[in-house]
């Protein structure tokens, strides 16, 4: 049981590059998420998956585009990279869409926006 | 706005000593206050999830409580390897997490 699992590990680009960060959890949950994390803020919901086929945009989801055409996989693509998209991303996963089942995050992707 | 602030934002203690991190949230409708410990480079690792005012949980050397405006993790004689970043966040509604920024604690042998 990998749990979730994250690729690349570090990243860098040129602004104006597109990219897709892969995502994929072993544990058949429901729930997938994207996340962003920078100094001095908080985790920040990008986007969010309540199941197969269905996804739905979180606080910052400019720039950003995901699909969820199995319940394992959720990859996040980066349409044309920009400086300010340089952060850490987490993938996370819960078993349940709704109430409060706990999340559990990937290793991360490190990604650098040159 | 729904806000969760974590203090204090660095705490540094001696092996053995105790303290406590701090949580307070203004999140209306609460549906769970987590608690994820994250260590340099890596995700953020589930500890607890509390659901209503006077609830408890326990981990070792850590203890997690909640009232209704804020949520402490308290740590018991910390080891070393109790070093890390801890975050809390709020769950409000159908799901809308807010995460703080977390308490970067350091425990000296």
């Known amino acids: 049981n990998a749990g979730v699992t994250q690729t690349p590990k570090f990243q860098v680009l040129k602004t104006g590059q597109s990219m897709t960060l892969q995502c994929a959890q072993d544990m058949n949950h429901e729930y997938m998420s994207w996340y962003r994390q920078d100094p001095g803020m908080g985790l920040r919901l990008i986007h969010y998956?309540?199941?197969?086929?269905?996804?739905d945009q979180g606080e910052v989801p400019n720039g950003y585009n995901v699909s969820r055409s199995t319940t394992e996989d959720f990859p996040l693509r980066l349409l044309s990279a920009a400086p300010s998209q340089t952060s850490v991303y987490f993938c996370?996963?819960?078993?349940?869409?709704?109430?409060?089942?706990?999340?559990?995050f990937g290793p991360g992707t490190r990604l650098t926006v040159t | 706005e729904d806000q969760v602030t974590q203090s204090p934002e660095a705490l540094r203690l001696q092996e053995g000593e105790s303290s406590s991190l701090n949580c307070s949230y203004t999140?209306?409708?609460?549906?769970?206050l987590f608690w994820y410990r994250q260590d340099p480079g890596k995700g953020p690792e589930f500890l607890f999830t509390?659901?209503?005012a006077g609830e408890e949980k326990e981990k070792e050397r850590l203890k997690a409580t909640l009232t209704k405006k804020e949520s402490f993790l308290h740590i018991t004689a910390p080891k070393p390897e109790d070093s890390a970043t801890y975050l809390c966040a709020a769950r409000e509604g159908f799901q809308k997490l807010v995460f703080g920024t977390g308490t970067r604690l350091l425990v000296s042998p």
């Open positions: 999140v209306s409708g609460l549906r769970g």
């Open positions: 996370a996963s819960s078993y349940s869409a709704t109430g409060g089942y706990e999340q559990y």
């Open positions: 509390l659901y209503s």
């Open positions: 998956s309540v199941g197969a086929g269905i996804t």
